[in-house]
């Protein structure tokens, strides 16, 4: 079953926050963040296995909720090397991801 | 770094053709994918792989069947290309977690 990604579409100005948001109607076993520039593969970000958890790295992060339904990306202070499709996945235990139908991100100067 | 190797960025063949899309990756990585790409849809997956000689279906396979003789190396056969088969082909290659993909082949039949 394929995780709803929402918004799917948004533009920020540098410097904004941006978050967005997968979610399914059954526990997901992990779930994945990948980010792809126009022309370019999928770039995987992070991944989240535990209810609960939060993870990232310099400004973009991520949480998984505690029933493991939902994850939200957070993109905080925006650049212009954001813009991008932003893609969840859900994965299960045999490494196979289903992918969201993604979120293109616009950053405008 | 791993690297996925797709060994073509574009493809232009007619429809009825066989059509062969190879990956390599270079990582000695046990699980390979193929998925395709359309606007608004995603990447779907195609087939999947988890170890030599083993294949398995995924969301879409009407249409593909695959072959992996070696750890290295996946291809995607499209046994009579038909025009709904235009799209973009993403190879992946991982272990554990995370996918490593493919520059992709951006596939059209004519």
């Known amino acids: 079953q394929q995780p709803v990604q929402s918004p799917q579409a948004v533009i920020l100005r540098e410097g904004e926050d941006a978050v967005i948001n997968c979610s399914s109607s059954?526990?997901?076993?992990?779930v994945h963040w990948y980010r792809q520039k126009h022309g370019e593969a999928p770039v995987f970000l992070m991944i989240l296995l535990k209810g609960g958890e939060q993870k990232g790295h310099d400004k973009i992060s991520a949480s998984f909720n505690e029933k493991k339904q939902q994850s939200s990306l957070y993109l905080t202070a925006s650049q212009l090397s954001y813009s991008g499709t932003y893609f969840c996945?859900?994965?299960?235990?045999?490494?196979?991801?289903?992918f969201g139908t993604g979120t293109r991100l616009t950053i405008i100067p | 770094d791993v690297k996925v190797t797709q060994s073509s960025r574009y493809l232009v063949k007619r429809t009825g053709e066989k059509v062969f899309l190879e990956c390599v990756q270079d990582m000695d990585h046990e699980n390979m994918f193929w998925y395709r790409q359309d606007p608004g849809l995603g990447l779907r997956l195609i087939y999947f792989?988890?170890?030599?000689?083993?294949?398995e279906k995924g969301d879409i396979p009407e249409g593909y069947s695959v072959s992996r003789e070696k750890k290295e190396r996946f291809s995607l056969i499209l046994e009579s290309a038909s025009t709904n088969q235009t799209s973009m082909y993403l190879c992946?290659?991982?272990?554990?977690?995370?996918?490593?993909f493919g520059s992709g082949t951006r596939l059209t039949v004519v």
């Open positions: 996945a859900s994965g299960g235990g045999n490494e196979k991801l289903t």
């Open positions: 059954k526990a997901l076993y992990s």
């Open positions: 992946a290659s991982s272990y554990f977690y995370g996918y490593t």
């Open positions: 792989s988890y170890d030599v000689k083993m294949k």
